[in-house]
C-alpha cells in the first residue's frame, strides 16, 4: 500500500510532457505576436535618436560659426566641435561635452562645407547605410 502512495505522489509533484509542450506553444504565440511590434518601435527610436544626434551637432555647428565667423570645412570636419584646428584662433569650443557621436547604427556622420543644401550638408545614411531609402533605411538629414 506504501508503494501506490509512493507512486501516486511522484506522479502529481512533476509536469507531464503534453503540459510542458503547451505551455511552450503559448509562449511561442505570445512570442511570435509581441516580437514585431518591440522590434518596430525599436527600429523607430533609432530613427528618432538619430534625428536628435544631428540636432544637437547642428546646433553646436551654429556656436562654432558665432565664435569663428564660419561653418568648419570639409576636412576639418565636425572633429572641429571637440578639437580647435590649427588655423582657428577664434575657436571658443570644445563645443560638444563629449566626443563627436557615431550615428546608432555605428557609423560617421556625413558632414561637407559647403554643402549643396545649404552652408552645409550633415546627414546620417540611416539603417541600410545607403542613399535614399524609406522607413528606417531613409536618409536622415539637416536641410529639412
Request: no cysteine; proline share 6%; glycine share 12%.
Amino acid at each position: 500500500m506504501e508503494d501506490r502512495q509512493l507512486l501516486r505522489r511522484a506522479r502529481s509533484r512533476g509536469f507531464t510532457l503534453l503540459e510542458l509542450l503547451v505551455v511552450l506553444v503559448v509562449l511561442g504565440l505570445l512570442a511570435g505576436l509581441v516580437a514585431p511590434k518591440y522590434f518596430s518601435q525599436l527600429g523607430k527610436s533609432e530613427v528618432k535618436a538619430t534625428r536628435a544626434q544631428v540636432e544637437g551637432l547642428v546646433k553646436a555647428l551654429d556656436l562654432y560659426r558665432l565664435d569663428t565667423g564660419h561653418y568648419p570645412s570639409t576636412e576639418q570636419g565636425l572633429a572641429a566641435l571637440v578639437t580647435r584646428p590649427g588655423s582657428e584662433p577664434k575657436w571658443g569650443g570644445p563645443y560638444l561635452q563629449k566626443s563627436v557621436p557615431l550615428d546608432p547604427w555605428g557609423r560617421a556622420y556625413s558632414y561637407t562645407a559647403p554643402g549643396e543644401h545649404g552652408d552645409y550638408d550633415l546627414f546620417s545614411l540611416g539603417k541600410d547605410g545607403q542613399p535614399g531609402g524609406e522607413g528606417e533605411n531613409a536618409d536622415i538629414v539637416s536641410w529639412q
